[in-house]
């Protein structure tokens, strides 16, 4: 990098340099992008997040369409217009990788990895293409359609806030705004670039393509129950309130607990198992969490669905709104509590072993 301040010194031409430390370049800012994105999520107003991430869709809008313009009609050759034309791509790849690790992060937040592993693994791929393969993402099909998935990724974010409603209308609503959007924004785009008219069919097919694959991640469950999150779950021996605290008797939880979720509890026939949790929702937002318990029978070698026990929340609580179900008698083997919204959603799980003292 110091190299970099030299060659300036030196007057070294800009695109010269650009050039010479492009990777470097995009490499630092998709990373300090992405660690920004984590700190904006966890410590800014909700609606500040949404506000920059909006910025962010504007300026990748605006700046494809200034570069397909640029190149199709061409502008006065004015060094202005040149050095503009030269940064615009960079300038929506960055915005690209913020919208892209920002619904990462919401969507890691929400919901649980061994449900909504194919939206991961789609945003990690695109997060991880954005950056090793972005002069093929300077084709027009190939914008429009990382323009339509962040547009429609961010309409999906956005309206469960905006509406504090978790209700599947908002979502299909979300969606076709977002396509008529994307298909209008494609549309501009040909206006203003008419050499693309022969690409037109490959456009909106692509738009198209993206939203059909969005929905059937939703309706098959693989995109979490935005606005909520979960922050806390786990299995205990006792959950008894104190003031505006909870006091929690159980096992001491390891890294590998924690990480893979997994405990061990020891208990005298017929006392309480407690399952507790805290989950985030946003301001005005009332819902109810249920906890699906579960009892896998080796012989059929299927988890056997038992209880739905259920407990309301009602948002605005930056911490979380803390809750617990709890059964007796368990059969000893392996069990799990899933986390879910009222649509069945699932927010996470509890997974443990029970044993039976002697």
């Known amino acids: 990098m110091f190299g970099w301040f030299k060659h300036i010194r030196q007057g070294a031409k800009l695109k010269e340099v650009y050039q010479r430390y492009e990777r470097a370049l995009v490499s630092l800012f998709l990373i300090g992008g992405f660690l920004l994105d984590f700190f904006t999520f966890r410590t800014l107003d909700i609606h500040i997040t949404l506000t920059i991430l909006a910025i962010h869709l504007s300026l990748a809008a605006l700046t494809i369409l200034y570069v397909f313009h640029y190149d199709d009609q061409g502008l006065l050759q004015h060094p202005f217009w040149n050095r503009l034309r030269f940064f615009a791509p960079l300038i929506t790849q960055l915005a690209f990788g913020s919208l892209l690790s920002m619904s990462f992060l919401f969507y890691w937040f929400s919901g649980a990895l061994s449900v909504s592993w194919p939206i991961f693994i789609l945003l990690i791929s695109l997060i991880v293409l954005n950056e090793?393969?972005?002069?093929?993402?300077?084709?027009?099909?190939?914008?429009?359609t990382l323009f339509a998935f962040v547009l429609l990724s961010y309409a999906t974010l956005t309206f469960p806030f905006l509406f504090?409603?978790?209700?599947?209308?908002?979502?299909?609503?979300?969606?076709?705004?977002s396509l008529v959007l994307s298909l209008l924004f494609a549309l501009l785009l040909i206006r203003v670039a008419p050499g693309l008219k022969k690409m037109r069919e490959r456009i909106i097919v692509s738009v198209c393509a993206t939203f059909v694959a969005m929905s059937g991640l939703y309706l098959f469950d693989f995109i979490p129950p935005i606005p909520l999150s979960l922050r806390e779950a786990g299995v205990y021996y006792r959950v008894q309130r104190v003031g505006n605290e909870y006091e929690l008797v159980g096992e001491p939880r390891t890294i590998w607990n924690t990480i893979f979720g997994t405990q061990t509890l020891y208990q005298e026939a017929g006392e309480r198992v407690y399952v507790f949790t805290s989950v985030y929702s946003p301001a005005d937002l009332d819902t109810i969490i249920f906890h699906q318990w579960e009892f896998y029978d080796p012989s059929a070698q299927a988890w056997i669905k038992k209880d739905r026990l259920s407990f309301p929340i009602t948002g605005g609580n930056a911490i979380g709104y803390r809750g617990?179900?709890?059964?007796?008698?368990?059969?000893?083997?392996?069990?799990?509590?899933?986390?879910?919204?009222?649509?069945?959603?699932?927010?996470?799980?509890?997974?443990?072993?029970?044993?039976?003292?002697?």
């Not at 090793?132 to 429009?144: D, N």
């Not at 978790?166 to 076709?176: C, M, N, R, S, T």
């Open 132 to 144: 090793s393969f972005r002069h093929a993402y300077l084709r027009p099909v190939a914008q429009v």
């Open 164 to 177: 504090n409603s978790l209700d599947p209308w908002i979502v299909i609503f979300a969606g076709g705004l």
């Open 324 to 358: 617990y179900t709890f059964k007796t008698r368990l059969a000893p083997g392996k069990w799990r509590v899933r986390v879910e919204t009222e649509l069945g959603q699932v927010l996470g799980r509890v997974q443990f072993t029970y044993n039976i003292s002697k």
